[in-house]
């Protein structure tokens, strides 16, 4: 059975840092790819990156672009968001999720085949 489980999310004020995990298990960790989107009240389920198997290509949405950054260790199946310069619009529950083809770094939703619960965050201004 596939388990994805966020972690690391909370309050933080504008300007600050925060960094999400989400561990695997269940699966080949290094066979898939693995993404963060985030959801906002009211607001439809949105990209924010990807990374492929190796670590060796990522993506990211234009809205957190030079400010979070995406990685995976492979040796603890695990999969991370450090977050920095956060902002207010940055609110909102984080969900990781796995896409079985690894060397994709996909935007849409509907290429990824598990999705742990998620994790809130919230950026005070």
């Known amino acids: 059975q596939v388990q994805l489980v966020e972690s690391g999310g909370g309050l933080v004020q504008a300007g600050g840092s925060l960094r999400l995990s989400c561990a695997a298990s269940?699966?080949?960790?290094?066979?898939?790819?693995m993404g963060w989107f985030r959801q906002a009240p009211g607001k439809e389920r949105a990209f924010v990156a990807a990374?492929?198997?190796?670590?060796?290509?990522?993506l990211y949405a234009d809205s957190v672009k030079g400010r979070f950054t995406i990685s995976r260790d492979n040796a603890e199946n695990t999969v991370y968001l450090q977050m920095s310069s956060l902002k207010p619009e940055d609110t909102a529950v984080y969900y990781c999720?796995?896409?079985?083809?690894?060397?994709?770094?996909?935007?849409?939703?509907?290429?990824?085949?598990?999705w742990g619960q998620g994790t809130q965050v919230t950026v005070s201004s």
């Open positions: 999720a796995a896409d079985a083809d690894s060397r994709n770094t996909a935007w849409r939703g509907t290429y990824y085949d598990y």
């Open positions: 269940g699966l080949t960790f290094i066979n898939y790819a």
């Open positions: 990374i492929n198997y190796s670590g060796g290509r990522t």
